[in-house]
């Protein structure tokens, strides 16, 4: 299987049928059977976004993943896009609300559709 790090994300990204996924949520569905959810979030419980071995994530509800985030692992951002976890460059942490260039694009159409028809 072909394997690819992306240098903004610092996600790891497989090809799956042509399609980039994340490697931990494929991971996760593989072990679960089933796709996940879009409210259902990967956590990564050493905080370390890298490290994709099965013991080390865990299925949380979106609340809750928000709530792990602003205690234990406040330096490890979730992507507002997305909800993965991330680590923001040092000097964008405040400003950088997503993981990756694709989710500040998704972020960037919505927020102006949201402008535009007043959502
Ligand atoms: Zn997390
Ligand atoms: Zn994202």
Known sequence: MEKQLSSHTRTRLIN?????VREHRWLMEQQ????????????HINGNPLDNALDNLVVLDCK?????????????????????DYIAKPHKRK????????????????NM???????
């Open 16 to 20: 799956r049928n042509g399609k980039k």
């Open 32 to 43: 679960l059977g089933r796709e996940l959810l879009p409210r259902e979030h990967v956590h």
């Open 95 to 110: 400003r950088q609300k997503c993981c990756s260039p694709e989710c500040a694009n998704r972020l960037r159409a919505y």
């Open 113 to 119: 559709a949201k402008t535009r028809y007043g959502w």
């Open 64 to 84: 809750v993943h928000m709530n792990f985030h602003n205690g234990r692992y406040s330096e490890v951002k979730i992507c507002e896009v997305c909800g993965d």
